[in-house]
């Protein structure tokens, strides 16, 4: 494996802000010393994000990973002190509701803090009045209330951090900016300054809303945006007075909880007997930080760089509602107010890890003081170990497909992520704009059948087609759909039953285009894929093999197929765009190291594409288009051939995500519709139809198979995420993650991945959802579907080992419980005799149960 750095090499750290200073502390702490830390401007306030930030700290979020980061800071925060004056300000945190859908939403995000340990609880308008007494009673309808969140005295704690990581020999230079990044044979070698050149073994780009910047000297894509975002402070408020700031404990400056308002889009802290507005409501204000020029050597909290000039008439709205919400504010005005620049990215996420095209570089950009430590210890954990104890599958920068780095796309997405903040986003909701960036070639025929599209990664996917609805009349009495409460049949429709009908009992076409398709070959390919996944990759040619990554600790970084397609060329089957930076690195490095095991890897998603065919009937399809024998006897399960149908030359790989039997048949991209066509008209005398990815899905969860980032992470190791089937016990030498798994198999297991069914066969949850046990929760989620064979929705979820088959526990939905049980897995064709073909001979193994599919 690539090896990670040692405490011998020279660690260059560019920007000395919050995320900056953390990351020089957090690896000083792991014992690491030889480490400079480059600042453009004056220490201990050098005027970027962190020298404007109010400092809300709020824990709950959607993501587990992005509340791990803030629930971290808070422990940090609590701990950074000097002369009896802290960090933080524990004061609480209030979101409060004025619309019924907002009260909802708070439900929502309850069962989030319930489902990441977060202490919450929701509260009524009298309680928040309580709490808030400042609050117009008849305005608000309820709130939630955390105890542990609060206010970070950010520019205090970055101070703090510099003083003691200097006294553990941190080298800082103030007042040095970064004029290029030194590379040689695709590693960096060091950072230019008008001082001279800084030769370092790593360089980790710290630099907030100057990071595109930065990135564009060592030649790497840096998808953020700085945008400005409105705060204004008032007048002194009554019920506010002798507030004054040294007048509080420590010199903490508040003692009403953070208050956030997000019906429109606003949030506030007190100030001493000031408030503090911040407002999201107004226009996306893009800012190029090279525009902003070099940063004077004389920076205070109303001169600096990321502290733009306040716009009156943006901030007039934000203004009238806060003295309804807030009633006192009416006797008061608007002292001061600032533009304060930070970033965006497309996501929303924030930018961790080593850059994919240039090794030794690492990120750790769009970070918000709420996740600073975390981000940071995370980041200090994979520069000193290999991996971070908190997955960061949805932060790595290498999650971005190519088509999502150019700055268009940024720009707009971006903007779009500031508009939507406070917003009421469903898990399901497709994004309006950008859009058709990518289509398989089978676009022009899915439009004409009315697909419905959701966007992923830049690909249009089709989710169902309208041109089955009039099949739901032929559904028998038990598929048919059941009602879903309003929440759940939002992007939904009922024809989803349809498609999982049609697959079970006659067969189904499936777009898989947009699925990551690799090339790995040279002499080295079996070394490489040997040495990094848990499977025995030296098979005979035209096997397919599911395997993992894993990292050093045993966690999963991604589940693959590997297709040996000859002696030194493998295809591999992937989730995402890190999966091929990290196979590209460590390809790099064989290369490097052992020139005779020399190995490429390059990517053919794009110029191929591929459709599943699967259901008892796809034999009889394919029998249709060729004289060829693909009977499982002659093609089994897990392999591969190469062959025609229709004239088109295709690969076959004879397995299936939805536990049926069929293949996923590919392509080139120039042969695509024609394979479509052909696929199509001989399908229809038996009963095939398109199907989308709501119908995938729904069979896929039925099946038991994994969706890695959502059911498995980085966190889980395969004998708790049940994949231990995908440990080759035989394979000889050594893998990444080998020495690890040998002591988790002598460990007791304390959680697994579990099934779950619904007792009532109707209530629906979504995913993230708190599990319950007793009234105590003890897992969440992870995802759900209906399960049209078996007519109950079925979810999985990390549960305590000890829970046996049977166990009945609750799910938490929009804060109600929803009884469920554990069963055993999959629900559907346990034996596997559906996928495997099993017990049909030549004459029967294609054909279908029912004439009434046709």
Not at 61 to 85: C, H, N, W
Not at 130 to 143: F, K, S
Not at 357 to 378: I, K, M, P, Q
Not at 450 to 464: K, S, Y
Request: aromatic residues 10%.
């Amino acid at each position: 494996m690539f090896p990670p750095p040692s405490p011998s090499q020279h660690i260059i750290i560019i920007g000395a802000g919050i995320v900056g200073a953390n990351l020089a502390d957090e690896l000083v702490s792991r014992g690491w010393h030889h480490i400079t830390v480059i600042e453009q401007g004056p220490l201990p306030l050098p005027g970027g994000s962190t020298s404007h930030a109010p400092g809300l700290v709020f824990q709950t979020s959607p993501s587990k990973t992005m509340t791990r980061f803030a629930q971290y800071t808070v422990e940090k925060l609590l701990s950074i002190q000097k002369d009896g004056q802290g960090s933080f300000n524990q004061v609480g945190g209030l979101e409060v509701a004025t619309t019924p859908a907002r009260v909802e939403e708070l439900k929502r995000k309850l069962g989030y803090a319930q489902a990441w340990g977060v202490e919450a609880r929701i509260i009524s308008r009298e309680e928040c009045v309580e709490i808030y007494p400042l609050l117009d009673r008849d305005v608000v309808l309820a709130g939630l209330f955390i105890p542990s969140d609060g206010l970070a005295l950010a520019a205090r704690a970055t101070g703090l951090l510099i003083e003691r990581t200097r006294e553990a020999g941190v080298r800082y230079l103030e007042r040095t900016p970064v004029t290029g990044i030194e590379r040689r044979d695709g590693r960096v070698t060091g950072v230019k300054t008008p001082n001279g050149t800084i030769e370092g073994d790593i360089v980790v780009s710290c630099a907030g809303f100057w990071g595109v910047e930065v990135g564009a000297m060592a030649g790497v894509s840096i998808p953020l945006l700085p945008l400005a975002h409105q705060y204004a402070k008032t007048t002194p408020v009554a019920g506010l007075e002798g507030r004054e700031v040294n007048n509080r404990p420590n010199g903490l400056n508040a003692a009403l909880p953070i208050l956030r308002h997000q019906d429109q889009d606003l949030y506030y802290r007190e100030h001493g007997e000031r408030y503090g507005i911040g407002y999201y409501g107004h226009k996306p204000m893009p800012v190029v930080a090279g525009s902003l020029g070099p940063t004077p050597d004389h920076v205070d909290d109303k001169h600096m760089p990321s502290r733009l000039q306040f716009t009156e008439e943006d901030f007039r709205p934000a203004w009238e509602e806060s003295k309804k919400l807030l009633p006192v504010l009416r006797a008061s005005q608007i002292d001061d107010g600032f533009n304060g620049v930070f970033s965006f990215t497309p996501d929303g996420g924030p930018l961790i890890g080593q850059a994919p095209n240039l090794d030794g570089f690492y990120v750790a950009e769009a970070v918000w003081v709420t996740h600073s430590a975390g981000v940071a210890r995370a980041l200090a954990e994979i520069l000193t170990q290999g991996w971070s104890s908190v997955d960061i599958t949805d932060c790595e920068l290498s999650r971005f497909e190519q088509v999502q780095l150019n700055r268009e796309y940024v720009s707009e997405t971006s903007q779009q992520n500031f508009v939507e903040i406070y917003d009421i986003i469903h898990p399901m909701q497709p994004r309006e704009s950008p859009r058709n960036l990518r289509t398989s070639p089978f676009y022009a025929q899915q439009v004409q059948l009315g697909a419905v599209f959701m966007e992923l990664g830049g690909w249009e996917r089709p989710f169902w087609y309208e041109a089955n609805a009039h099949l739901l009349q032929s559904l028998p009495a038990h598929w048919k759909p059941v009602e879903r409460d309003p929440w759940s049949n939002r992007f939904y429709s009922p024809i989803t039953a349809v498609e999982a009908w049609k697959t079970r009992n006659a067969v189904a076409m499936y777009d898989m285009s947009s699925f990551h398709r690799f090339i790995v070959s040279g002499p080295g390919a079996v070394t490489l894929l040997q040495r990094l996944t848990t499977g025995d990759v030296d098979t005979q040619a035209g096997t397919i093999l599911y395997t993992l990554f894993l990292n050093d600790d045993a966690g999963i970084r991604g589940d693959i197929f590997v297709t040996r397609l000859d002696e030194s060329t493998y295809q591999i089957g992937a989730n995402s765009a890190t999966d091929l930076a990290y196979l590209s690195r460590e390809a790099r490095y064989q290369t490097k190291h052992s020139p005779e095991k020399r190995v490429q890897v390059h990517e053919i998603t794009s110029s191929t594409c591929t459709l599943g065919l699967w259901g008892p009937r796809a034999l009889d399809v394919l029998r249709s288009l060729s004289t060829e024998d693909f009977s499982a006897n002659s093609l089994p399960h897990m392999h591969a051939r190469s062959t025609t149908l229709a004239r088109v030359p295709v690969t076959l790989f004879r397995k299936s995500y939805v536990g049926e039997f069929g293949w996923e048949i590919q392509t080139s991209a120039d042969h695509g519709r024609r394979l479509w066509d052909a696929l199509y008209a001989a399908g229809k005398p038996h009963g095939l139809i398109a199907a989308g990815r709501a119908a995938f899905n729904a069979l896929r969860i039925e099946k038991g198979y994994r969706t890695y980032g959502m059911d498995v992470t980085a966190e889980h190791d395969p004998y708790e995420a049940g994949l231990g089937f995908a440990i080759d016990g035989r394979k000889k030498g050594d893998f990444v993650g080998k020495e690890a798994l040998e002591r988790r198999v002598k460990t007791p297991l304390t959680r697994r991945l579990r099934c779950l069914t619904v007792d009532d066969g109707v209530s629906m949850v979504m995913g993230k959802e708190p599990v319950f046990l007793n009234d105590t929760a003890v897992g969440y989620v992870t995802t759900a579907a209906f399960g049209f064979s078996i007519r109950r929705p079925v979810a999985y979820a990390w549960l305590p080992a000890g829970l046996a088959e049977g166990a009945a526990v609750q799910i938490g939905y929009f804060g109600r419980r929803i009884k469920a049980t554990v069963v055993a897995e999959p629900v559907f064709d346990p034996e596997g005799k559906r996928l495997l073909g099993e017990g049909l001979s030549r004459g029967d193994e294609g054909k279908g149960p029912v004439r009434a599919v046709l």
